[in-house]
């Protein structure tokens, strides 16, 4: 097994829900400590780090996640919580100048231009885990500073969710279980309804935009149904470069802790020869725009104000925990994101205490149309 080629001394900020994968990469990369959210699922780590014989120490609780992130002996945070709370010690680890791990794409979607400034002023390195990010960061060339002049689109791709072929008029009845069960990933419970609802592809579009400096009109998005092709990128000589694998995390995680290298992930190989089909859909039919509303936010939001993409993630949050708690419908989640972006009009954030302000404000707003579904 090839080891990871740095001084690689912790993990920080990774899901509680991951114990499993968390496990498996400390076994393999051997650091100093990992850091999980909770501490029922840090004391489980630290019993099977133990029980497995790793001298890595699992912590928690004990530091903030800023202070984690930032810490002088963490030189890789992986930031894997969820949501806008991700924000804070994304900005800390990149105003420490820490190798930066990115899955929770919301605190990019709220920091925008803002995070990017911290990881620039911090002399980061900001390397996406999305799996979609991650292909398309693969399939680009390694100098950033071509991107601009090579790049014509980036074609993210999108699985369509669990709901891909049903009536979009029977989609008031979905339920919360039916909503997680994603047809080819294991995710936590928000990320899997936003891909329900395709406001998964909605924030990681403004996460593309972002990360790879393109204008929103430069990325498409095409339902792929396998989730075989990551994500791919068209050159300006109509070349497209993509990047395939089996769906599994491991893949994207092994190849930001290698970087520029690369490392055995434990992820199975693809066999072209049992491959059936790789199949594509457009977005513009009627009955997906009609089934996946939520997606032109994006474009919407990214041609706004700036501080508009915070808004809409803190309404995507609250919604969907409204609808996680059976407050109200999966149908009702667009309504919350709309009516939050048409009654919050923000201000051009300065810092990120006006993003943390503004996403509070659009929070409020946000539980407030939610209340009134409820009703
Ligand atoms: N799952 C996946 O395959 C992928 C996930 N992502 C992104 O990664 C992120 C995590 O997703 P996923 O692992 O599925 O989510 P999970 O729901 O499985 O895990 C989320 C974790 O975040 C922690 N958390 C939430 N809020 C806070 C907080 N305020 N402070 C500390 N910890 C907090 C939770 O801790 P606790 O358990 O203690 O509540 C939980 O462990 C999301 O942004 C998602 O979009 C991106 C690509 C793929
Ligand atoms: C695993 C991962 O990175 C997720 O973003 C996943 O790709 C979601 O897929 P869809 O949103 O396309 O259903």
């Known amino acids: 097994m090839a080891r990871h080629p740095h001084l690689f001394q912790a ?42 014989g790793s001298k890595t120490v699992a912590l928690w ?11 002088p002996e963490a030189d890789t945070v992986m930031a894997a919580i969820v949501g806008a709370a991700g924000l804070g010690p994304c900005i800390a680890a990149a105003r420490a100048g820490k190798r930066l791990l ?4 919301e605190a990019l979607v709220v920091g925008g231009q803002l995070f990017l400034d911290a990881v ?27 991107w601009a002049s090579c790049v014509d689109k980036i074609i993210l791709t999108a699985s369509g969710g669990p709901f891909r072929t049903r009536l979009p008029s029977s989609l008031a009845d979905v ?3 039916q909503a997680c069960a994603h047809p080819n990933w294991v995710m936590g419970r ?55 694998g089996t769906p599994d995390m491991r893949g994207p995680i092994a190849y930001g802790l290698s970087w520029p290298q690369r490392l055995e992930s434990g992820a199975t190989a693809l066999d072209f020869t049992t491959l ?20 032109q936010l994006a474009w919407d939001a990214l041609n706004a104000v700036p501080g508009t993409t915070a808004v809409l993630n803190a309404a995507n949050e609250v919604a969907v925990a409204a609808f996680l708690n059976r407050e109200i419908r999966f149908d009702q989640i ?42």
């Open 102 to 105: 990115l899955a929770n794409k």
């Open 334 to 375: 667009h309504h919350v994101n709309t009516e939050t972006l048409a009654q919050v009009q923000p201000k051009p954030p300065g810092s990120v205490d006006d993003l943390i302000a503004l996403d509070a404000l659009s929070r409020r707003s946000a539980e407030q149309v939610s209340r009134q579904l409820a009703r």
């Open 61 to 71: 609780g004990a530091l903030a996640l800023e202070e984690v992130a930032a810490h």
């Open 120 to 146: 620039q002023a911090g002399g980061a390195t900001l390397l996406p885990i999305d799996s979609e990010h991650s292909a398309i960061f693969q399939s680009l060339p390694e100098d950033s500073t071509r």
């Open 276 to 295: 059936s089909a790789l199949t594509f859909e457009s977005m513009d039919s009627n009955e997906h725009r009609t089934r996946f509303p939520g997606l």
């Open 190 to 244: 928000k990320i899997s309804v936003d891909s329900a609802t395709m406001m998964n592809k909605a924030l990681e579009v403004i996460e593309a935009r972002y990360l790879f400096g393109v204008s929103p009109e430069q990325i498409q998005v095409v339902i792929h149904p396998q989730s075989v092709i990551h994500s791919m990128v068209q050159f300006v000589d109509n070349s497209v470069v993509a990047q395939l």
């Open 175 to 177: 339920t919360p279980e």
């Open 11 to 52: 993990f920080a900020l990774t899901a509680a829900t991951r114990v499993e994968l968390l496990l498996e990469q400390c076994l393999v990369h051997a650091p100093a400590f990992a850091v999980m959210a909770s501490e029922s699922h840090g004391r489980e780590l630290q019993s099977r780090l133990k029980a497995a």
